[in-house]
């Protein structure tokens, strides 16, 4: 049995219920494998500015954010790869002529196509996101992350076409038939743990993941350990080693307790 050394976390569906609260035991789980010398990462689709009272809340220092496009280890930078300017032109050109909405991240905004969108409001106010500004044209070459709102079934394929990327459906209610994060191949949430792990020289087998969306497949399939939640998107359970419980009953938690990591 491998000797566990990190645990990356996603936040949403995963850490947090849908009532945006933490269950205690998920709290504690996290705090008693810290105690024991795990290495804890958030890894999530979210800014990295808008998950800080999160980390707060679990004492975790360590971060992988936009899907895999920043990761940081107690405030020193392993990857930042932002996304190419002509990929974020023909997304807009897109969204624009089909009547989508879009959500781009920097490193310190969230940059909106539009104010008065109810879907957009709707998404803003669902993950609580505070830094919020219109789009401009300064801020093409500075986006790490996207979210794309108001789709229609077969929309996705139009921006998968413009090339190496696809769209994971927001694992979230009221957003699941709809909201689409973009990932792109070469830089997602799996190649991220890959490049935490040779930086702080761990092997997969010594690491443990969490997820519930499909952004997190790459990651589920990148360590030793990988669990779907119970109440993951029905396809991601493939790329899991393990099921646990779902988010509102101690998933993370038995997951720890499966591997005998906690009591």
């Known amino acids: 049995m491998p000797s566990h050394k990190i645990l990356f976390l996603d936040i949403d569906g995963t850490i947090l219920k849908p009532d945006d609260s933490i269950e205690q035991s998920t709290k504690e789980a996290v705090l008693q494998v810290q105690k024991n010398g795990l290495v804890v990462f958030l890894s999530t689709g979210r800014p990295l500015h808008e998950i800080k009272e999160i980390g707060e809340e679990l004492n975790i220092d360590s971060f992988i954010g936009y899907n895999g496009a920043y990761a940081v280890h107690q405030g020193s930078d392993i990857m930042l790869e932002k996304m190419a300017a002509n990929t974020i ?20 905004k969230n940059v909106l196509t539009s104010f008065d969108s109810p879907v957009l409001k709707e998404f803003i106010q669902h993950f609580h996101l505070k830094q919020n500004v219109l789009y401009d044209h300064e801020f093409l070459n500075d986006i790490l992350g996207v979210s794309l709102i108001n789709l229609g079934h077969n929309d996705p394929h139009l921006y998968e076409e413009v090339g190496n990327v696809h769209l ?15 990932i792109r191949d070469q830089v997602n ?29 790459e990651m589920l399939s990148t360590v030793g350990d990988g669990f779907a939640m119970g109440n993951a998107h029905p396809e991601l359970f493939p790329y899991a080693k393990h099921k646990t419980t779902e988010v509102t009953n101690s998933g993370i938690y038995n997951g720890l307790k499966q591997l005998g990591l906690i009591q």
Request: hydrophobic share 40%.
């Open 189 to 217: 949430k799996g190649i991220a743990v890959q490049k935490v792990l040779e930086t702080l020289n761990i092997s997969k087998e010594e690491a443990i993941a969490f997820g519930d969306g499909m952004n997190d497949k």
């Open 168 to 182: 994971a459906p927001v694992n979230v209610e009221g957003f699941k038939d709809h909201a689409y994060d973009v």
């Open 89 to 108: 032109q023909s997304f807009l050109d897109i969204a624009k002529e089909k009547g989508h909405e879009a959500i781009m991240y920097t490193n310190e």
